[in-house]
């Protein structure tokens, strides 16, 4: 069974950087759809980013796209999010997931295996 592991959120001003990872054990995933997902309060869950497979292509939502960069490193079995640039409405918890075995990239339901998310919070 796959554990994900988030790690690296925190309080930023706007206009700043933070970098979120996202440690996995008890499986490699390297060969399989990672994603990271955000919920702010009162609302859904929301798909972020994803990367396909280890060194494949990955995709962003429109809303962090030119901002944020997902990429993986085989070797410490971890994804990260590279947020450059926060917004305020960037706040919110973030959440890694995977593996995707099936289903739409951009769905909570295609993930077997969550995190317990870590909190950004932007100011203004």
């Known amino acids: 069974q796959v554990q994900l592991v988030e790690s690296g959120g925190g309080l930023v001003q706007a206009g700043g950087s933070l970098r979120l990872s996202c440690s996995a054990s008890?499986?490699?995933?390297?060969?399989?759809?990672m994603a990271w997902f955000r919920q702010a309060p009162g609302k859904e869950r929301e798909f972020v980013a994803v990367?396909?497979?280890?060194?494949?292509?990955?995709l962003y939502s429109d809303s962090v796209k030119g901002r944020f960069t997902i990429s993986r490193d085989d070797a410490k079995n971890t994804m990260y999010l590279q947020m450059n640039s926060l917004k305020p409405e960037d706040t919110a918890v973030y959440y890694c997931?995977?593996?995707?075995?099936?289903?739409?990239?951009?769905?909570?339901?295609?993930?077997?295996?969550w995190g317990q998310g870590t909190q950004v919070t932007v100011s203004s």
């Open positions: 008890g499986g490699t995933v390297s060969s399989y759809a």
């Open positions: 997931a995977g593996p995707r075995t099936s289903g739409r990239y951009y769905l909570r339901s295609s993930y077997d295996y």
């Open positions: 990367s396909f497979r280890s060194g494949g292509s990955t």
